[in-house]
């Protein structure tokens, strides 16, 4: 696999913990992040979806990512998608008040056969984000195959295998929540690629 001098000056930078700069170019280069985060700082992953928006925070810490709080936002078929978002909304908010996080990642936009379903998604995910937004926290978002091959090194892998590789990475009693469990891997994958410039690219949002 080849390293491009940019990659490898972030490489340079990581190590020596200075803060790498954002480019402008395209690609994995362009994706880089420009934060440094310290010990102990939080960061916040976000699996949306009308019914069940996953949520999970962990914090870094010198032996590794340490699990804070996850749960999943439940939103009954019987309601209207406008009372679903308010929800999610609400709960979000609260998670931020308690949780502030340093940073947040998403999970990426997906291809999806049945428009009506991505435009559901759609709502769910701009609610979210701009519930985050409002805080002034920078926000990612990585595709659901790069957190897969990430996690469990399949990008099709199912959800019960990367629940269990999230409980076995957080030291977890339980397997989380499926929804939950997604969210937890996405800011535990973001940590991972903050420590090395070459693993899955996160897109700033």
Same mark, same amino acid.
């Given at each position: 696999?080849?390293?491009? =001098? ?54 870094t810490g010198a032996r590794g ?16 998608r406008s009372r679903c978002l308010g929800r999610i909304q609400a ?80 030291? #977890? ?23 090395? =410039? #070459?693993? =899955? ?5």
């Amino acid at each position: 696999m080849g390293v491009s =001098p940019k990659q490898f000056a972030a490489m340079e930078a990581r190590l020596a913990g200075r803060t790498v700069p954002r480019t402008s170019g395209t690609g994995a280069e362009a994706a880089e992040t420009s934060l440094h985060l310290p010990e102990g700082s939080r960061v916040l992953g976000i699996d949306p979806s009308l019914r069940g928006t996953g949520w999970g925070v962990i914090r870094t810490g010198a032996r590794g990512p340490v699990f804070v709080e996850a749960g999943t936002i439940r939103c009954p078929k019987t309601w209207d998608r406008s009372r679903c978002l308010g929800r999610i909304q609400a709960v979000l908010e609260e998670v931020l008040r308690q949780h502030p996080p340093a940073l947040c990642v998403c999970e990426g936009l997906f291809f999806a056969q049945n428009l009506q379903t991505a435009l559901i998604m759609g709502e769910a995910r701009g609610a979210a984000l701009a519930t985050v937004a409002r805080t002034g926290t920078e926000i990612h978002e990585i595709a659901p195959r790069k957190v897969k091959l990430a996690m469990v090194g399949y990008g099709a892998a199912q959800k019960i295998a990367v629940a269990k590789m999230v409980q076995r990475q957080l030291g #977890l009693a339980e397997t989380p929540d499926a929804d939950a469990a997604d969210a937890l891997a996405l800011a535990l994958v973001m940590v991972q690629e903050l420590r090395n =410039p #070459l693993g =899955p690219a996160s897109k700033r949002v």
